[in-house]
């Protein structure tokens, strides 16, 4: 059994040291545990640091792509180099490494295969009341859009099994955490969380220059993912409200009679006409996204024979 860890980087050098030295060196039920970074494009010696450190894997982007792109490419790096189990954390961190035994725990036990690390928001001392209410918010948000329970849906600590890391497709170039979990609800992925600890603050974040841009990002995400993935329900919501205020005027002319009032009747009949072509839109996007499934079928085939090959990928490079 063959664990990886992940560690997306950008500018890490003065951090970087913190988090490989907190990671297991042992973990019961794995034989072989080995380290990989995706350097994003970083102006620093990160790479220089993480070599001198005996990181075992870099995959190197010549300029910064954001944190999805780099996920999804260590990722696809990890597969590509035998990995039976994915671990996603952070180079500032922020995450405790003696966490990680039980963050593969569930994939071990066969009971899952995507496991996020559901951090004590409301005890973490660096978040202000305004970000532990937005994280509470937004992972609320996504349990009832990807119909789980995860907690803490924005946490980045986080565990894949192989089949599971076979099936991940990233669209947006944002974030990865809030789309995955929207993608393994809806396509029936086996996900849990587990609790985790957190470590003091190293550095600020750098996703994000402002709460108020975290939330309008992030509701984007949600809001695509959701429609991506349950086409026919967003538009029917909308469509059903479009077809009640129609109803409404419609029977508010009947009530008042015709003397007067034919605004209303205009107005009931833009409405209906709205939510019927509204209704036609779900419809098509729900055929859409039946063709959407295919192609990730395809892709998953396709991705699982090319993992399975060992070729490495073309930015990879091997610290030896």
Request: hydrophobic share 45%; charged share 25%; proline share 3%.
């Amino acid at each position: 059994m063959k664990l990886i860890i992940q560690i997306p980087c950008y500018n890490e050098e003065a951090t970087l040291h913190v988090a490989l030295a907190d990671l297991p060196k042992h973990i019961d039920g794995i034989d072989e545990i080995e380290t990989l970074i995706i350097n994003d494009g970083s102006s620093d010696k990160t790479v220089e640091v993480a070599k001198k450190l005996g990181v075992n894997y870099i995959v190197n982007f010549k300029r910064n792509k954001g944190l999805a792109y780099g996920f999804m490419a260590g990722i696809d790096a990890c597969l590509h180099l035998g990995a039976d189990i994915i671990v996603n954390t952070d180079a500032d961190n922020q995450y405790k490494g003696e966490d990680i035994p039980k963050l593969v725990k569930p994939i071990l036990d066969g009971i899952a295969d995507e496991v996020i690390g559901a951090r004590p928001i409301d005890d973490t001392e660096h978040f202000s009341k305004r970000k532990k209410m937005f994280q509470h918010l937004g992972s609320w948000v996504v349990r009832q859009a990807s119909n789980t329970d995860i907690p803490d849906a924005p946490s980045g600590f986080r565990a894949y099994s192989r089949e599971a890391a076979l099936r991940l497709n990233v669209t947006n170039m944002y974030t990865y955490t809030l789309e995955t979990i929207i993608q393994a609800g809806r396509n029936r992925i086996a996900i849990t969380s587990v609790p985790i600890g957190t470590n003091p603050e190293l550095r600020k974040s750098r996703l994000f220059k402002s709460m108020s841009s975290y939330m309008k990002r992030s509701a984007g995400v949600i809001i695509r993912s959701f429609m991506m993935y349950r086409p026919l329900k967003f538009f029917s919501m909308f469509a059903a409200f479009f077809f009640l205020i129609g109803v409404v005027l419609g029977v508010r002319f009947l009530v008042l009679g015709a003397s007067g009032h034919v605004q209303s009747l205009l107005l009931a009949v833009t409405f209906l006409l709205f939510g019927a072509m509204t209704f036609i839109m779900g419809l098509q996007a729900d055929l859409i996204a039946a063709n959407r499934k295919l192609l990730e079928d395809i892709q998953y085939r396709v991705r699982k024979q090319d993992a399975d090959s060992g070729k490495p990928t073309a930015d990879l490079e091997i610290n030896e």
